[in-house]
């Protein structure tokens, strides 16, 4: 295992060059997030969201084989496709994966983003979830998506196809048309903010209560508010730093 991970660091780094992403995706390119994704669409009406089925497992090695041969020789392609594929695709966990799955949409990104500029909407991909928005989501900017994925032979998650005309979220953040930057789900803003001012208060006691989130758990949400909503940081790393300070309960034996 040891020199399949090594391989696998040489791989990723020799695909991360000599090609560029599209604008439009998100996942696993370097400064960019959920949150960036999510930025695209803030202030948006409606929204269609849609997931490709079994990403991974589309991305055959003759889906790159093109973009591989014309950077590599054959020697090359052929170390990264015996290291980085299995029977016949990528699998989820190495970390080979997120590039070559980006490298094998890339034309296909660019295809759909053409679609999207028809329309005067927004596009981006977070890895196998597909968003648009603006005025022009409709049911035939869908069926136009579909024919180009199915022209390219990508399968759609049908059960996941959705349009959001009312209050639409991307990746999980709310981006409805009362905003300009990604919010969180208020639910999930209240919990938080709630949950914190009971530990600032009772320390590591508040997580022997029901029904609250675990600590890991909690201080994970907490990092990840105050990179969505930055205003909300210092209120919420001064309760937790807050209820550290009150120390842990005592261990039973």
Request: net charge positive.
């Amino acid at each position: 295992m040891g020199r399949l991970d090594t391989a696998h660091k040489q791989a990723r780094a020799i695909l991360a060059t000599g090609w560029t992403p599209s604008d439009a995706v998100h996942g696993f390119i370097r400064g960019r997030s959920t949150k960036s994704a999510a930025m695209v669409h803030a202030g948006s009406k409606s929204a269609l969201a849609l997931d490709l089925e079994d990403f991974f497992g589309q991305v055959t090695f003759d889906r790159v084989a093109d973009a591989l041969r014309a950077q590599f020789d054959e020697r090359v392609c052929d170390w990264i496709k015996g290291a980085c594929f299995r029977e016949g695709a990528i699998p989820l966990g190495y970390r080979t994966s997120p590039v070559l799955s980006n490298l094998a949409f890339r034309g296909m990104d660019d295809e759909i983003q053409d679609v999207a500029d028809g329309y005067g909407v927004h596009y981006t991909r977070w890895v196998d979830d597909l968003t648009f928005s603006g005025p022009g989501v409709s049911d035939q900017l869908l069926a136009d998506i579909r024919g180009v994925l199915s022209s390219g032979g990508w399968m759609v998650n049908d059960r996941k196809t959705r349009f959001m005309r009312r209050s639409p979220y991307v990746l999980g953040l709310y981006v409805g048309h009362d905003v300009d930057r990604p919010r969180l789900p208020r639910r999930m803003r209240q919990r938080i903010l709630i949950e914190t001012y009971h530990f600032s208060r009772l320390g590591f006691e508040h997580f022997s209560r029901e029904g609250v989130m675990s600590p890991g758990r909690l201080f994970g949400r907490v990092a990840y508010a105050s990179v969505i909503e930055p205003e909300l940081a210092k209120l919420l790393n001064d309760r937790v730093s807050a209820g550290h300070s009150l120390g842990r309960p005592p261990t039973t034996p």
